[in-house]
């Protein structure tokens, strides 16, 4: 018999509203943790008088975990020029998970009462508190150290993420007995750069979304369709995707994209003004659902993002049959099946690559397949079973009464 633990995931108050990525994975481990354990979202807020209140958030349809929320169907179809025409009217409606989709529980002024076996801070950035969390074992969870290697890199300095994830970075090493990445890449970089002891540094093996426990088999039957994951950032190589498309736009029969904007208006204008492909759909606020069948429907994900602390789009394309064009970096290129292709950063050889991609025969099925066999939730599980009862209880016999926000 499974012995049973009780579980908090510590979220972010409005964690349904923000970080697709981040909420999709949150989701994929509460719905595996939660097969054999009673399993809670917790989060916190500080009145203006300083005091703490601490509460459970109860999803109240299954749809808000394994759909990507209450997420809609809006798609804004046409011409280049057409779609960003009707994006500047349609934007401003649009509606992500809100805070509506889940019930709220009142704990109390702190967690000592409920006595958690295990408590996982879900990110670095929300952390505002300094004394560990009252539980007999803590995690953190590590999705990249991009913010932190930015400030030293590039003009565009992201100060004030990177300060937040330095805060919960520093709080892990003092306060967790185990840090959990989501991939070997971001383990080694949490570890390299904040100087944490390998043996509390742990990677978990690539997880896809909930939403991809059942997917229908792969057809070979596909149009020349390419696909955009969530490309409005310019880390994803925003820039660069335009000319990438252009010269390999009498191939491409259908543009779709789907993901919200975090560029500025202005970039997201000139994408469009800048593309030249002539059918293009948008889904801003895709379900998993359109976006299982867009991946489905197309032949190519064209994926040059600069850094990623594992890639999602590229397991969800696979695991939909759907080739991949992606950069050759770490972590992306470990996640690449049979029929992938690397960016070169030079548009004219990328898009006669892409021209190719889509316009040759493909065993989708086998790619599918593949993906399949090569990314299992049960191995997933497994290995984080393995982290939170192996992990060294080095704060669990410390008194709790000291837990607070920082002011």
Request: net charge positive; glycine share 6%; hydrophobic share 40%.
């Amino acid at each position: 018999m499974v012995d049973q633990k009780r579980i908090a995931f510590i979220v972010e108050p409005f964690f349904m509203c923000h970080h697709v990525g981040v909420r999709n994975y949150i989701y994929s481990l509460y719905t595996l943790l939660a097969r054999d354990n009673q399993v809670d979202f917790v989060s916190y807020y500080r009145t203006a008088a300083g005091r703490e209140h601490w509460y459970r958030l109860y999803p109240k349809r299954e749809s808000t975990i394994s759909g990507n929320g209450q997420a809609d169907d809006t798609v804004i179809r046409g011409t280049p020029r057409q779609v960003a025409k009707q994006a500047k009217r349609q934007l401003k409606a649009l509606r992500s998970t809100t805070p509506d989709d889940f019930y709220y529980s009142h704990i109390g002024s702190n967690l000592e009462i409920e006595d958690y076996d295990v408590a996982i801070v879900t990110n670095p950035w929300l952390v505002s508190f300094d004394k560990r969390i009252p539980c007999k074992k803590l995690l953190g969870m590590v999705y990249d150290t991009v913010p932190n290697e930015y400030v030293l890199s590039r003009d565009d300095k992201p100060f004030a993420f990177a300060s937040q994830h330095q805060k919960g970075f520093e709080y892990y090493k003092e306060h967790c007995d185990a840090l959990v990445a989501i991939s070997g890449k971001a383990a080694n970089d949490v570890q390299s750069l904040f100087k944490i002891d390998s043996a509390r540094v742990h990677s978990l093996p690539p997880v896809l979304p909930p939403a991809y426990c059942e997917v229908s088999g792969a057809s070979n039957a596909r149009a020349n369709q390419v696909i955009l994951a969530s490309p409005f950032d310019r880390r994803k190589g925003l820039a660069l995707m335009p000319a990438i498309l252009n010269e390999a736009k009498n191939s491409i029969h259908q543009l779709s994209i789907y993901g919200g904007i975090r560029c500025s208006r202005r970039e997201l204008a000139q994408f469009f003004k800048d593309l030249t492909v002539k059918n293009v759909e948008w889904y801003p606020n895709a379900t998993a659902g359109v976006v299982k069948q867009l991946f489905s429907a197309s032949k190519v994900l064209l994926f040059p993002s600069f850094d990623e602390g594992l890639g999602l789009p590229i397991l969800e394309s696979q695991f939909c049959g759907c080739r991949t064009l992606v950069r050759n970096k770490l972590p992306m290129n470990e996640l690449v099946g049979m029929g992938h292709s690397f960016v070169t950063d030079d548009p004219k050889l990328d898009g006669k690559l892409l021209s190719q991609m889509v316009s040759e025969p493909f065993d989708h099925q086998e790619l599918q397949n593949w993906a399949v066999s090569k990314f299992s939730y049960e191995g997933v599980l497994n290995k984080l079973n393995g982290i939170i009862s192996n992990c060294q209880e080095t704060q669990a016999a410390v008194p709790h009464r000291a837990f607070g926000l920082v002011g």
